[in-house]
């Protein structure tokens, strides 16, 4: 099983899965699709509805809001979420900067997983306190 | 259009400018779609005859995809291709629509032959040449210095193109790596059902496959367990085609009533065969849910673990591919994204997976989408490679509004490409309001252009279907969702009042409705 094998090497390492046993994420890669992006290919588009929760596996993305950049994601970053949990259109472009391999989450499936998940609920809530936090002190 | 070669073995090697491999429905429309646009290829196929993989599989000889006899729009109408999965689509009216009349009435999902028999006639009536018996061998690419295009190996000899279409299914048995798999069986090796009478059964997978196979073995297997590391989705949840379909849900119905089948989340440790066993494997599981390991006697093991893409060589050319079915990375237009001038139709065209909007994909992967791809694809290699200009019928403003209600209420192709094909109608600065047809929707959302709307219809997973316009106004895209109908009625005046309001935001002077 080396595309596995190799793909849970990857995610162990990531900070959003780092509390869970090695069952857990195993489950993890059955649970979220994995998908390739284009270099260039828009992945989340600002404005509309229906995207998804992304975990970057490899490959680099951009983001931007209203043609501004708001930050570059690489491997073990994610994107989508706020989106989700508000229940609202994206609210930015992300865009694959070198072709992308993620792990891919339908939005109508993200609570449950998250409920099912504490410990990587507790970890995206970390990350999104660190994004608040530097967009306190950046001022935006 | 006159091909080389005789008609039985037309298509010699040699130089042509688009050359299609495969005969299954992909293959046969992609070709039916590039002479409709005028565009010289040849057609080659290992095959003996049309139909892809219909010729052999589903296992249990009866389709998943349905074609109504009776529906609500007239046999032969393009209306009626809605409530048809399965014919594929012709102008002339001796080829369009030819499943049912094949069909013997015992059901609505046509029997494999049934099927085949369908895709025959439509090659025959159609005219759809090709070269059967001649297997595709190896890819070189020419150097541009060269001339640029293609040179395919094949058991007849070489032929050249400047562009390939690849439509040779997600067909090559695929079965994973892992301790013991070489004790199990693949799906395309199961033996005829009766041989499995009175043997405990394990499935290897969760999917249509597995499923499929514990439904059809239920008369005859003593126990069956299916296993996979992730739960089992059924379509009628996930309220898209991903997950297996009603028809074989059976098996979980017995599991849930403890009828003796179990359906399991458990990853495979390992398969081996019983000490002092009759023959018989010990096969260890375990669970994804808790951990907990498993030790279960069989005498079979099947690996219904999925088919990957037999693309030979390209990937050593340049095609990047992903995920364990090795599918192609491509664009929305199913080109290869690393290897230009190579597509792909068919069974493969679900590769390009669009916006996948609440997670409920495209029906690329199936007869009743690929057919509109294909259509959609050949267009494209015409306006690209052949400089064909693009139809583009004007319209009056006066008429917008109920031209895309009728869309909405007949379309097939955004019925069944749900979010995946749009048909855009944009403001042209020289000549007006204009018909620009039927496209990929993240083409027309990416590519940007003049003043525009784009109407598709969409799910959101709760089983309600209803209809999005995309504004394109000063390069801005704007969603806006038609409040869902029950009866997915999308013509009547409610509306028709809805999409005027929208279709205003980008056409200020529209004509106010009666």
């Known amino acids: 099983m080396i595309e596995r094998d190799e793909l849970l090497d990857a995610i162990s390492g990531f900070g959003l899965f780092a509390d869970l046993s090695a069952p857990q994420l195993e489950a993890i890669i059955h649970i979220f699709d994995e998908r390739m992006f284009a270099e260039g290919e828009t992945i989340v588009h600002q404005g509309l509805s229906g995207s998804g929760f992304f975990v970057i596996v490899d490959g680099e993305a951009l983001v931007e809001a209203d043609g501004r950049e708001l930050a570059r994601l690489g491997r073990g970053d994610f994107f989508g979420e706020v989106a989700i949990l508000l229940g609202v259109p994206a609210i930015a472009d992300v865009t694959a900067t070198r072709q992308m391999r993620c792990l891919v989450l339908p939005g109508p499936q993200v609570e449950s997983f998250l409920v099912s998940q504490p410990k990587v609920m507790f970890r995206m809530l970390q990350a999104q306190a660190r994004r608040l936090r530097a967009a306190n002190r950046s001022g935006t | 259009?006159?091909?080389?070669?005789?008609?039985?073995?037309?298509?010699?090697?040699?130089?042509?400018?688009?050359?299609?491999?495969?005969?299954?429905?992909?293959?046969?429309?992609?070709?039916?779609?590039?002479?409709?646009?005028?565009?010289?290829?040849?057609?080659?196929?290992?095959?003996?005859?049309?139909?892809?993989?219909?010729?052999?599989?589903?296992?249990?000889?009866?389709?998943?995809?349905?074609?109504?006899?009776?529906?609500?729009?007239?046999?032969?109408?393009?209306?009626?291709?809605?409530?048809?999965?399965?014919?594929?689509?012709?102008?002339?009216?001796?080829?369009?629509?030819?499943?049912?009349?094949?069909?013997?009435?015992?059901?609505?999902?046509?029997?494999?032959?049934?099927?085949?028999?369908?895709?025959?006639?439509?090659?025959?009536?159609?005219?759809?040449?090709?070269?059967?018996?001649?297997?595709?061998?190896?890819?070189?690419?020419?150097?541009?210095?060269?001339?640029?295009?293609?040179?395919?190996?094949?058991?007849?000899?070489?032929?050249?193109?400047?562009?390939?279409?690849?439509?040779?299914?997600?067909?090559?048995?695929?079965?994973?790596?892992?301790?013991?798999?070489?004790?199990?069986?693949?799906?395309?090796?199961?033996?005829?059902?009766?041989?499995?009478?009175?043997?405990?059964?394990?499935?290897?997978?969760?999917?249509?496959?597995?499923?499929?196979?514990?439904?059809?073995?239920?008369?005859?297997?003593?126990?069956?367990?299916?296993?996979?590391?992730?739960?089992?989705?059924?379509?009628?949840?996930?309220?898209?085609?991903?997950?297996?379909?009603?028809?074989?849900?059976?098996?979980?119905?017995?599991?849930?009533?403890?009828?003796?089948?179990?359906?399991?989340?458990?990853?495979?440790?390992?398969?081996?065969?019983?000490?002092?066993?009759?023959?018989?494997?010990?096969?260890?599981?375990?669970?994804?849910?808790?951990?907990?390991?498993?030790?279960?006697?069989?005498?079979?093991?099947?690996?219904?673990?999925?088919?990957?893409?037999?693309?030979?060589?390209?990937?050593d050319i340049g095609c990047s591919v992903s995920g364990r079915s090795r599918l192609p990375l491509v664009s929305s237009w199913w080109e290869s994204t690393t290897l230009p001038d190579v597509y792909f139709a068919g069974t493969i065209g679900q590769a390009a997976k669009g916006l996948v909007k609440h997670g409920v994909p495209a029906n690329s992967g199936a007869v009743h989408g690929g057919r509109y791809n294909a259509m959609v694809l050949a267009q494209r290699i015409a306006e690209t490679r052949f400089d064909v200009a693009p139809s583009r019928p004007a319209l009056a403003t006066s008429d917008l509004v109920s031209t895309i209600a009728s869309e909405l209420a007949e379309a097939p192709e955004l019925w069944h490409q749900r979010a995946y094909l749009a048909r855009v109608f944009t403001m042209d600065a020289a000549a007006g309001l204009v018909d620009d047809g039927v496209q990929p929707l993240t083409h027309y959302l990416d590519a940007g252009g003049p003043d525009a709307v784009a109407v598709t219809l969409e799910a959101d997973g709760t089983g309600a279907i209803y209809p999005v316009l995309y504004t394109r106004m000063a390069g801005e895209i704007r969603e806006r969702n038609l409040q869902p109908d029950p009866l997915l009625r999308y013509d009547g005046p409610d509306a028709r009042r809805e999409i005027w309001a929208i279709v205003r935001e980008a056409i200020p002077d529209l004509p106010a409705e009666a």
Not at chain 2, 220 to 243: C, D, E, N
Not at chain 2, 265 to 272: G, K, N, P, S, T
């Open chain 2, 1 to 315: 259009m006159t091909h080389r070669g005789d008609s039985s073995r037309p298509f010699p090697p040699g130089p042509y400018p688009v050359l299609v491999v495969g005969s299954g429905p992909g293959g046969l429309q992609v070709s039916y779609a590039l002479r409709r646009y005028g565009i010289e290829h040849a057609v080659i196929s290992e095959d003996p005859s049309p139909g892809g993989m219909f010729r052999r599989w589903p296992f249990f000889q009866r389709l998943l995809s349905w074609t109504k006899p009776h529906a609500p729009a007239p046999r032969g109408s393009r209306a009626y291709e809605r409530y048809d999965w399965n014919s594929l689509l012709a102008d002339e009216p001796e080829a369009r629509a030819l499943q049912p009349d094949l069909m013997d009435g015992s059901s609505y999902f046509p029997s494999r032959p049934e099927m085949e028999a369908n895709l025959a006639l439509f090659a025959d009536r159609a005219g759809i040449a090709v070269r059967y018996g001649c297997r595709w061998t190896g890819t070189r690419q020419v150097d541009a210095a060269d001339g640029g295009g293609f040179v395919l190996e094949t058991t007849d000899g070489e032929y050249r193109a400047g562009s390939l279409v690849i439509a040779v299914g997600v067909a090559q048995p695929f079965t994973p790596p892992g301790i013991g798999m070489e004790l199990t069986h693949h799906y395309a090796d199961v033996r005829p059902a009766e041989s499995y009478a009175g043997h405990r059964v394990l499935m290897l997978g969760k999917q249509n496959s597995g499923f499929e196979l514990a439904n059809g073995l239920l008369p005859w297997a003593r126990s069956i367990v299916l296993a996979s590391p992730s739960p089992a989705k059924f379509s009628v949840q996930t309220r898209s085609l991903a997950g297996v379909r009603a028809r074989y849900v059976q098996p979980f119905e017995d599991f849930v009533l403890g009828g003796g089948v179990a359906v399991l989340d458990a990853a495979l440790d390992r398969i081996e065969r019983t000490e002092g066993g009759d023959g018989s494997l010990t096969v260890r599981l375990r669970r994804t849910d808790n951990g907990e390991e498993l030790a279960i006697e069989m005498d079979d093991v099947i690996s219904a673990t999925g088919f990957t893409t037999p693309i030979l060589d390209l990937p």
